[in-house]
Nanobody
Framework: QVQLVESGGGLVQAGGSLRLLCAASGRSLSSYVTGWFRQAPGKEREFVATIVWSTSNTYYGDSVKGRFTISRDNTENTVYLQMNSLKPEDTAVYYC??????????????????????WGQGTQVTVSS
């Protein structure tokens, strides 16, 4: 079992930055692919970014490419999402998920919520215009 806890959300003006954290416990994330998703009211959960823990390979959704950066800290067993140049349309609850490595051959296949076995409770990000 992997327990995930997100933090770092808040209210920020458009153009600002936030850094989200996803802290894991129970197991090391070294055998997992860890992803960030977001969900706005009335919308489906949207893929943001994912990282393969063992190789640091990353993959991003088109809407955040060039603005967001996913990274991980082995020592802290934590995944980060650095969000820059935030826009009002980035407003959502942000969730992190963990999927066993090797489920899919391509990292791009981890862009769907069904790929992930474990989820955190989410953290709210609100971007004002």
């Amino acid at each position: 079992q992997v327990q995930l806890v997100e933090s770092g959300g808040g209210l920020v003006q458009a153009g600002g930055s936030l850094r989200l954290l996803c802290a894991a416990s129970g197991r090391s994330l070294s055998s997992y692919v860890t992803g960030w998703f977001r969900q706005a009211p009335g919308k489906e959960r949207e893929f943001v970014a994912t990282i393969v823990w063992s190789t640091s390979n990353t993959y991003y959704g088109d809407s955040v490419k060039g603005r967001f950066t996913i990274s991980r800290d082995n020592t802290e067993n934590t995944v980060y999402l650095q969000m820059n140049s935030l826009k009002p349309e980035d407003t959502a609850v942000y969730y992190c998920g963990a999927a066993p490595i090797g489920r899919y051959l391509r990292i791009s296949s981890y862009n769907r919520p069904s790929a992930y076995d474990y989820w955190g409770q989410g953290t709210q990000v609100t971007v004002s215009s």
